[in-house]
């Protein structure tokens, strides 16, 4: 699959005692547009994974292509990796990258299928926010950046809107 290039995401969540988990994340699927629905495989090892089984919820980073290095952070394991980061918690308590992430999709957890060593988990998308901008890659086994700038039409995100 190393040919095959992504968008990279970072995957946040909290756990029951309210701290804050996340993971550098490309198995992202925009599943179904009605209900409005992601799904991510997370590695059963992960601890982001088991934030998610105690809230039921997390959100979904979109990276902006100058989020190279959050996605190093978030895939390293590092002990704190959110003080290497500028975030906040949205209005519902869950991760927001404010200046790495050029969108971030809400979601609450509907399915968890255990496949193999990852967990296929499925959120129902309940808030999106953002603006358009040129996304960080990856492929051949290395992060990088669009060839050609975005189009100047596309139009914010401020809601579940129901397009892809
Ligand atoms: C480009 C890239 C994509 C990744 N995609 C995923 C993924 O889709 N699912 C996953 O579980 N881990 C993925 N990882 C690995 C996690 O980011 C990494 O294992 C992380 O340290 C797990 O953190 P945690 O155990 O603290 O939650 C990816 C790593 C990189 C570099």
Not at 117 to 138: K, N, R
Request: glycine share 8%; hydrophobic share 40%; with cysteine.
């Amino acid at each position: 699959m190393n040919g095959y290039y992504t968008g990279i995401t970072v995957v946040t969540a909290v756990d029951a005692q309210d701290r804050p988990h996340g993971l550098t994340c490309n198995s992202l699927v925009s599943a179904t547009l009605d209900p409005p629905t992601l799904l991510v495989c997370l590695d059963n090892r992960t601890g982001t994974l088991a934030a998610v089984r105690e809230s039921g919820a997390f959100a979904v980073n979109l990276l902006a292509e100058g989020g190279r290095e959050a996605a190093e952070i978030f895939a390293s394991r590092a002990p704190d990796r959110f003080a290497a980061v500028k975030w906040e918690r949205s209005p519902s308590g869950l991760p927001r990258l404010v200046d790495d992430a050029f969108a971030v999709a809400e979601c609450a957890v509907t399915h968890m299928h255990t496949v193999g060593d990852h967990v296929v988990v499925f959120g129902l998308v309940h808030d999106i926010d953002g603006e358009p901008a040129s996304p960080l890659l990856y492929g051949m086994r290395a992060f990088t950046k669009p060839s050609h700038p975005p189009p100047t039409d596309l139009v914010a995100t401020s809601q579940v809107s129901g397009r892809r």
